[in-house]
């Protein structure tokens, strides 16, 4: 009788590790989209979140082994005890999306990495109270501890899997928060359950279980309520104009403001907007520059689609016949599918649109173009020297054509600009952007750019209207646009500035300002 009870409790141990596990990583998966999105996605979010995390997990487990100094590990009733402990632990676990929000316009990610760490302190003491439990002490203790701590890794290899790539996928955040805090509580009711406790007892322990369970479904909404608002807007954060759109993938979240700004893992990412007018939100007229500078770019593949507003222009630009787009979040579909001027791109038999990440989908690829274009996020995000390293330079000039252009966003970066320019022998900033080629005679062709202002078209609309005042004024002053600045200027300028060529191993735009926040002033 003695074996068979052990191999029980070893079952309810194996089986409740699991679940915790799964749970808390699932949690931990959660928890960094929203911290990534709070911070803008800067490079050291993730491991402020790991060391949060697990400095949580081992004052939990300190306090578990204090608690576990007792012989009583054993008894069944202990079970009831880690029931109540489980059901604290999902309910402090849900509460840290909301505290990171409350906190966004006042603090740092401070107070969400305290909120992380208790979170995971509770949850990570459910692990070693489930071994006391499960495991006596004999000659085998080690065998059976090895099955317990597998199952906890299994669960928790599952929990990131099946919700960081199928529950993001189709479900909202706070209906995952809930979904995960109800199986808390069924993992604390099946304990009271497999306790054995009395009948009277466990039906108490169920009622306030489902008590629980109904008030977090009922509450969740509000806990909830402008959170991503919150996160993304802080101090500017006003409940009277809530995001038009929110579109939520496995690949990020995606923003879409009441003025059509656009924002990707809650960084600015765009403004719905192709106009060339006294509302260039979103810096347009850098897309129609690039026709002054290929005399016939008929196929063009663009890094990143976002807003779809930089498509539909270079798309549009005089001769071009067919463009790729790489995109790593589909959702992006769904904000242009609501935007009539960037719409018709999603049935224009010119486009073809693909799901990949950028620097994998041209490492994989031979296909050449005339222009590659990439109107590139924040320099300073993480992953994003991914695609402003040296080495993505040389990627990206396999796919040029003979006289192709390069043609990217530095973000105002002084460390991209030097790299552009130290990179390929042509280099000229436009703007913000770097246009580089290995064509010598890279220039800005006056007349060419005057032929895309007097013909260029947008859905059978002209770009501009001369017949318009307002209108006439701007195709004045574009006519001698010239933003524009070389190579012999601009590496003296970023070097005396300190700046560096970034490679793959240095990573330094993303690693010059590891912690940065946004400030008011950004």
Same mark, same amino acid.
């Given at each position: /009788?003695?074996?068979?009870?052990?191999?029980?409790?070893?079952?309810?141990?194996?089986?409740?590790?699991?679940?915790?596990?799964?749970?808390?990583?699932?949690?931990?998966?959660?928890?960094? @989209?929203?911290?990534?999105?709070?911070?803008?996605?800067?490079?050291?979010?993730?491991?402020?979140?790991?060391?949060?995390?697990?400095?949580?997990?081992?004052? #939990?487990?300190?306090? *578990?082994?204090?608690?576990?100094?007792?012989?009583?590990? #054993?008894?069944? =009733?202990?079970? *009831?005890?880690?029931?109540?402990?489980?059901?604290? &632990?999902?309910?402090?676990? /849900?509460?840290?999306?909301?505290?990171?929000?409350?906190?966004?316009?006042?603090?740092?990610?401070?107070?969400?990495?305290?909120?992380?760490?208790?979170?995971?302190?509770?949850?990570?003491?459910?692990?070693?109270?489930?071994?006391?439990?499960?495991?006596?002490?004999?000659?085998?203790?080690? %065998?059976?501890?090895?099955?317990?701590?597998?199952?906890?890794?299994?669960?928790?290899?599952?929990?990131?899997?099946?919700?960081?790539?199928?529950?993001?996928?189709?479900?909202?955040?706070?209906?995952?928060?809930?979904?995960?805090?109800?199986?808390?509580?069924?993992?604390?009711?099946?304990?009271? $359950?497999?306790?054995?406790?009395?009948?009277?007892?466990?039906?108490?322990?169920?009622?306030?279980?489902? &008590?629980?369970?109904?008030?977090?479904?009922?509450?969740?909404?509000?806990?909830?309520?402008?959170?991503?608002?919150?996160?993304?807007?802080?101090?500017?954060?006003?409940?009277?104009?809530?995001? %038009?759109?929110?579109?939520?993938?496995?690949?990020?979240?995606?923003?879409?403001?009441?003025?059509?700004?656009?924002?990707? #893992?809650?960084?600015?990412?765009?403004?719905?907007?192709?106009?060339?007018?006294?509302?260039?939100?979103?810096?347009?007229?850098? *897309?129609? $520059?690039?026709?002054?500078?290929?005399?016939?770019? =008929?196929? $063009?593949? /663009? !890094?990143?689609?976002?807003?779809?507003?930089?498509?539909?222009?270079?798309?549009?630009?005089?001769?071009?016949?067919?463009?790729?787009?790489?995109? +790593?979040?589909? #959702?992006?579909?769904?904000?242009?599918?609501r935007h009539p001027e960037v719409r018709s791109l999603l049935t224009n038999p010119k486009v073809s649109i693909v799901f990949d990440d950028g620097r994998r989908w041209m490492q994989a690829h031979d296909d050449c173009f005339d222009v590659v274009v990439m109107n590139t996020t924040l320099h300073w995000r993480g992953h994003a020297t991914n695609i402003l390293s040296t080495e993505f330079m040389?990627?990206?000039?396999?796919?040029?054509?003979?006289?192709?252009?390069?043609?990217?966003?530095?973000?105002?970066?002084?460390?991209?600009?030097?790299? &552009?320019?130290?990179?390929?022998?042509?280099?000229?900033? !436009?703007?913000?952007?770097?246009?580089?080629?290995?064509?010598?005679?890279?220039?800005?062709? @006056?007349?060419?750019?005057?032929?895309?202002?007097?013909? /260029?078209?947008?859905?059978?609309?002209?770009?501009?209207?001369?017949?318009?005042?307002?209108?006439?004024?701007?195709?004045?002053?574009?006519?001698?646009?010239?933003?524009?600045?070389?190579?012999?200027?601009?590496?003296?300028?970023?070097?005396?500035?300190?700046?560096? !060529? +970034?490679?793959?191993?240095?990573?330094? $735009?993303?690693?010059?300002?590891?912690?940065?926040?946004?400030? @008011?002033?950004?």
């Amino acid at each position: /009788m003695t074996g068979s009870r052990e191999q029980a409790r070893l079952r309810i141990a194996i089986v409740a590790s699991a679940v915790s596990g799964f749970v808390a990583l699932s949690y931990e998966i959660v928890w960094y @989209r929203v911290l990534s999105v709070m911070t803008r996605g800067t490079a050291a979010t993730f491991g402020l979140l790991l060391a949060a995390y697990l400095f949580g997990i081992a004052f #939990g487990s300190w306090g *578990a082994g204090r608690a576990c100094k007792d012989e009583s590990g #054993g008894d069944p =009733r202990a079970l *009831a005890r880690l029931a109540g402990f489980v059901a604290i &632990a999902n309910v402090l676990a /849900m509460f840290v999306a909301p505290v990171c929000a409350w906190t966004a316009a006042t603090t740092d990610v401070r107070a969400g990495l305290l909120a992380v760490a208790v979170a995971a302190g509770f949850l990570g003491a459910v692990l070693p109270l489930l071994c006391h439990f499960g495991v006596p002490a004999s000659d085998r203790a080690g %065998q059976k501890l090895s099955y317990v701590y597998l199952a906890n890794i299994i669960g928790s290899a599952a929990g990131s899997l099946l919700t960081g790539f199928v529950l993001m996928d189709r479900l909202r955040l706070v209906s995952i928060q809930t979904l995960l805090a109800l199986l808390g509580f069924a993992l604390a009711a099946g304990l009271v $359950v497999a306790s054995g406790a009395p009948r009277r007892q466990a039906l108490r322990f169920h009622g306030a279980l489902a &008590a629980l369970a109904a008030l977090v479904v009922v509450l969740a909404p509000r806990l909830h309520a402008g959170l991503w608002e919150r996160l993304v807007y802080k101090w500017e954060y006003d409940p009277a104009t809530p995001f %038009q759109q929110i579109v939520e993938t496995k690949s990020g979240v995606i923003f879409v403001g009441q003025d059509g700004t656009v924002y990707g #893992g809650g960084a600015y990412d765009g403004v719905v907007n192709v106009r060339l007018d006294e509302n260039d939100k979103n810096g347009i007229l850098r *897309a129609y $520059v690039l026709g002054g500078f290929h005399p016939a770019p =008929r196929e $063009v593949l /663009m !890094v990143g689609l976002a807003s779809g507003s930089w498509a539909q222009v270079v798309l549009n630009l005089p001769g071009v016949e067919r463009m790729t787009i790489i995109e +790593i979040n589909p #959702g992006y579909l769904e904000v242009i599918a609501r935007h009539p001027e960037v719409r018709s791109l999603l049935t224009n038999p010119k486009v073809s649109i693909v799901f990949d990440d950028g620097r994998r989908w041209m490492q994989a690829h031979d296909d050449c173009f005339d222009v590659v274009v990439m109107n590139t996020t924040l320099h300073w995000r993480g992953h994003a020297t991914n695609i402003l390293s040296t080495e993505f330079m040389d990627i990206a000039r396999r796919h040029l054509r003979p006289g192709g252009i390069f043609y990217f966003n530095t973000t105002d970066s002084y460390d991209v600009q030097l790299t &552009a320019a130290r990179s390929f022998p042509s280099f000229l900033r !436009v703007a913000n952007f770097a246009l580089v080629s290995d064509d010598p005679g890279l220039h800005f062709d @006056r007349p060419r750019w005057k032929t895309v202002l007097d013909t /260029m078209t947008i859905d059978g609309a002209p770009i501009l209207d001369r017949t318009i005042p307002r209108h006439a004024v701007i195709y004045d002053a574009l006519l001698g646009y010239n933003d524009l600045e070389y190579a012999a200027t601009v590496v003296p300028r970023t070097l005396a500035a300190g700046s560096r !060529v +970034i490679t793959d191993d240095n990573m330094v $735009v993303e690693w010059r300002e590891p912690l940065r926040y946004p400030k @008011r002033e950004d």
